[in-house]
């Protein structure tokens, strides 16, 4: 399903990775593990079609990513290191959000944000937005 195929990538003189090559059937699971530096998040960004790689590629289902990489990218989900929030967005904002770049229809997204607010309690912060300090936000 998920093919790295000789992946490289290099920041100027850097090698961040060098001929990296796995392949994943579905169900399968992979982890990487490697000291700081290792090449790591790189991997990630080549795999998820943030970064083109120096050399090699990333197939899905047989097909390079960068054939439709926007396509590619509607089938994916992706939880970074860290969460970005977006302080202007209430979290019922941000829901609808993520759900319509995910193509919901209106009336599934809107139940799927209510019970989605439920099962973490977050019900009190779906109208509110980020709490802002003594600094401006
Ligand atoms: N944007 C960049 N420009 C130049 N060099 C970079 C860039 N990003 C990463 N590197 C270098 O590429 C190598 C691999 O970095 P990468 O961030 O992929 O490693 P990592 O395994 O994710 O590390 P960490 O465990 O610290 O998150 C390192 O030598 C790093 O300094
Ligand atoms: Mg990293």
């Known amino acids: 399903m998920l093919e790295a195929v000789h992946l490289t990538k290099r920041y100027a003189s850097i090698p961040a990775v060098q001929d990296l090559s796995f392949s994943l059937r579905p169900g399968q699971v992979l982890g ?8 790591k998040s790189t991997t ?12 090699g590629l990333v197939q899905f289902n047989g097909r390079s990513i960068q054939d439709d990489v926007t396509g590619y990218r509607n089938q994916l989900g992706y939880v970074p290191e860290e969460a970005h929030l977006y302080p202007f967005l ?6 609808e959000l993520v ?9 599934e ?8 607010l439920q099962l973490f309690s977050l019900h009190p912060w779906a ?8 600094g401006s936000c």
């Open 44 to 55: 990630v960004k080549m795999l998820t079609g943030l970064l083109a790689p120096s050399r």
């Open 32 to 39: 990487c593990l490697g000291p700081n530096g290792s090449g």
């Open 99 to 107: 759900g319509t770049l995910r193509g919901m229809p209106r009336a």
């Open 109 to 116: 997204l809107e139940s799927k944000i209510d019970s989605l």
């Open 90 to 95: 209430t979290g019922w904002e941000y829901l």
């Open 127 to 134: 109208n509110t937005r980020r709490a802002c300090g003594s």
